[in-house]
């Protein structure tokens, strides 16, 4: 009943995998920016009190 054609899933044409890959960066690329983004807001909300603390 498993034939091959059913083995394979979906195939995509190489306009799909490219419009994809496009996606996918862009998605990761705001993912970095909104980490970077929240880093440098914790920062400046902290200030530079954090860095004369004890240890």
Known sequence: ?????????V???PEQTKSR????IAIGLAVGFLVLLFY???IVKVGPG????PL
Not at 21 to 24: C, G, S, V
Not at 50 to 53: P, S
């Open 1 to 9: 009943m498993n034939t091959d054609h059913d083995s394979k899933g």
């Open 11 to 13: 195939v995509l044409t």
């Open 21 to 24: 890959r496009q996606r996918n």
């Open 40 to 42: 440098a807001v914790t």
């Open 50 to 53: 954090l860095f004369n603390r």
